[in-house]
T-cell receptor, first 114, second 114 residues
Framework: AQKITQTQPGMFVQEKEAVTLDCTYD???????LFWYKQPSSGEMIFLIY??????QNATEGRYSLNFQKARKSANLVISASQLGDSAMYFC???????????FGTGTRLTIIP | EPEVTQTPSHQVTQMGQEVILRCVPI?????FYWYRQILGQKVEFLVS????????KSEIFDDQFSVERPDGSNFTLKIRSTKLEDSAMYFC????????????FGSGTRLTVV
């Protein structure tokens, strides 16, 4: 069974600083995908970034990048130049190809301090 | 940008009543899902639906739950005889098989059982 671990229940970061949210996963499958979602206080799940297990390069989407270390089974999210609007819950999730369901971690609550 | 639409955004129901949560997935997606998030907890997979049938379900998805695609656009989750512990945010999602980017969640239905 897949397992996602997010070890930081909460983080406080000064505005404009970079922040790294940790995520480790546990799978023996060769093909899988890793996702990060943002959940603001309004509750919706906003897709941020995706990394496939065979992707050679780390994924980037604007201020978001995914630090993918396959041998360590980690997929940390890096947010550069944090903004007040980045305050939210952040969830890491994994998908096994052929089985389309996502397995989520417990999330990290990020608070940006002005 | 295509989106997954869920209605209603909030639903309050009496214990023992039946509720139907509705979703319109992205039109060219082939996989549909329901997930649940109890307040303050992680997002949990309930069921996936492909080719007009359930492809996988979790242990949470017991006989109290059912899903249906009554026409070419809607995807519903029915919860029979609701219990207090069914109070949660219910997310619908859709995806293209084998694709990473494009696994899209709706904005959720907050169900409160009183």
């Amino acid at each position: 069974a897949q397992k996602i671990t997010q070890t930081q229940p909460g983080m406080f970061v000064q505005e404009k600083e970079a922040v790294t949210l940790d995520c480790t996963y546990d799978t023996s499958d060769p093909s899988y995908g890793l996702f990060w979602y943002k959940q603001p206080s309004s509750g919706e799940m906003i897709f941020l970034i995706y990394q496939g297990s065979y992707d050679q390069q780390n994924a980037t989407e604007g201020r978001y990048s995914l630090n993918f270390q396959k041998a360590r089974k980690s997929a940390n999210l890096v947010i550069s130049a944090s903004q007040l609007g980045d305050s939210a819950m952040y969830f890491c999730a994994q998908k096994k190809f052929g089985n389309e369901k996502l397995t989520f971690g417990t999330g990290t609550r990020l608070t940006i301090i002005p | 940008e295509p989106e997954v639409t869920q209605t209603p955004s909030h639903q309050v129901t009496q214990m023992g009543q039946e509720v139907i949560l509705r979703c319109v997935p992205i039109s060219n997606h082939l996989y549909f899902y329901w997930y649940r998030q109890i307040l303050g907890q992680k997002v949990e997979f309930l069921v996936s639906f492909y080719n007009n049938e359930i492809s996988e379900k979790s242990e949470i998805f017991d006989d109290q739950f059912s899903v249906e695609r009554p026409d070419g656009s809607n995807f519903t989750l029915k919860i029979r005889s609701t219990k207090l512990e069914d109070s949660a945010m219910y997310f619908c999602a859709s995806s293209d098989p084998g694709q990473g980017v494009g696994y899209t969640f709706g904005s959720g239905t907050r169900l409160t059982v009183v």
